[in-house]
Structures are given as C-alpha cells and as structure tokens.
C-alpha cells in the first residue's frame, strides 16, 4: 500500500535553533500534504494544509512565521520549527492524499521534538 | 459544535472478547467521509476502515466492522476477538467535501489478558 515517510523520527534540539521534519509519499504523487501536531494524550490538531507549488494555508492560532512549511515536489514537504521553544515540544505527524482525494489519508510515523 | 465526539475516554475489554467504541458526528452535507484509525503507544497513526456517506453496507476489514447509522449520524467501531495488540488510541474522524479532516478526542482502549 501507499507508504509515507517521515524523518527525523526524534529529534532533540537547544531553544532558539531550527528544527526541520521531512515528510515523503514513497510510491504515490500527493498533491496535498497536512500537518498535525499533537501533545500527549490529545487528539491531532491540524496545523497546515499544504498544496504542491503553492503556498501553505495555515489554521487560525498557528504562526506561519515560526512554522515553515514548503511543499516543492509531488512527493515532498518539509515543516520548520524556527526559533524552538521549549513549548514547540510537541509530537508532529503529516500525512498526505493522492491526487484522486479518495479513501484513508496516509500517515508518517511522527516526529518527536524536544526542545530544551 | 464539536463536529465528530467520542465519549469513551478509556475503554477496558478483555482478550477474546468484542468491544464497540462509539462515534457520532454532525455535518449538514450529505457527501461526507468517516474513518477510524489506531494510534499505537509509538505514535503512528494506522488507518483502520472507511465508510463513505453513500454506502449502502456497512464497512468491515478483517475483524474491524463499522455500525454505520446515518438518521442517527453514529459511526462506531467494533473490533472483534480482542488481542493484547488492540491496546491503543483509537481515533475516528470526518472529511467532508473539499475540507479538512476532523478528528474526535479519542478513546484510550485496553485489552486484558
């Protein structure tokens, strides 16, 4: 089945420096690719919607300053933690839909930051 | 208004046995899409089963089934045999035309042996 891929699995970082998570659709062209973060014991909360070739739309209360996103390929998106804070620390996961749109979305496996 | 709710926060069965973790939603559009998926203590989410607005049959996977009554707007998840492996965060969620998904709170279920 389609397989999204997500990198760095963890990461660990000092406060103030940038932190970015790849996200790849591995045998799939994903035209829209969504960023989640989620805090322990929560539900996903979508961060960005993020199109091919265009600019990210980002949901009210989430700083596209401070979260970077660029979508450059049909098979690529990163987000970028700029300036982590300890309270960035936080579990982010993307997922990613084929061009039909159809059925499940498909899940990477998560990123863990830490900021300290 | 909460768009999908799950009631349980922790759901406890035991191994062998079935469990029905519940969902209900609330949309205006008639074209909509429900899934559950599992998210395990290591983070990934792991799509369980689908079941579109228009389906006439009720969507089954393996041991996962979803009791889908749409006057009653409920989309719940049986899970059948129970296992150890089951332990987890179950989420169910919503997508409807040309927007997000939804997610619900979760339920936490556990399998005892």
């Known amino acids: 089945g389609a397989v999204v891929s997500q990198h760095p699995s963890w990461v660990i970082c000092k406060s103030g420096t940038s932190v970015k998570i790849e996200c790849r659709s591995l045998?799939?062209?994903?035209?829209?690719m969504f960023w989640y973060r989620q805090f322990p014991k929560q539900s996903l909360m979508l961060m960005a919607t993020?199109?091919?070739?265009?600019?990210?739309?980002?949901e009210q209360g989430v700083e596209k300053d401070k979260f970077l996103i660029n979508h450059a390929s049909l098979t690529l998106s990163t987000l970028t933690v700029t300036s982590a804070h300890p309270e960035d620390s936080s579990f982010y996961i993307c997922?990613?839909?084929?061009?039909?749109?159809?059925?499940?979305?498909?899940f990477g496996e998560g990123s863990r930051l830490t900021v300290l | 208004a909460q768009k999908i709710t799950q009631t349980q926060p922790g759901m406890f069965v035991q191994e062998k046995e079935a469990v029905t973790l519940d969902c209900t939603y609330d949309?205006?559009?008639?074209?909509?899409?429900l899934f559950w998926y599992k998210q395990p203590s290591s983070g990934e989410m792991i799509f369980l089963i689908y079941?579109?607005?228009?389906?006439?049959q009720n969507a089954t996977e393996g041991r996962y089934s979803l009791n889908f009554q749409k006057a009653r707007k409920s989309a719940n998840l049986v899970i059948s045999a129970s296992q150890l492996g089951d332990s987890a965060m179950y989420f169910c969620?919503?997508?409807?035309?040309?927007?997000?998904?939804?997610f619900g709170k979760g339920t936490l279920l556990t399998v005892n042996p």
């Open positions: 997922s990613a839909v084929n061009r039909e749109y159809t059925g499940e979305l498909f």
């Open positions: 045998d799939f062209q994903a035209t829209t």
């Open positions: 993020s199109n091919e070739g265009s600019k990210a739309t980002y």
């Open positions: 949309t205006s559009d008639q074209s909509y899409g």
């Open positions: 079941q579109g607005s228009y389906d006439e």
């Open positions: 969620a919503m997508r409807e035309p040309y927007r997000k998904l939804t």
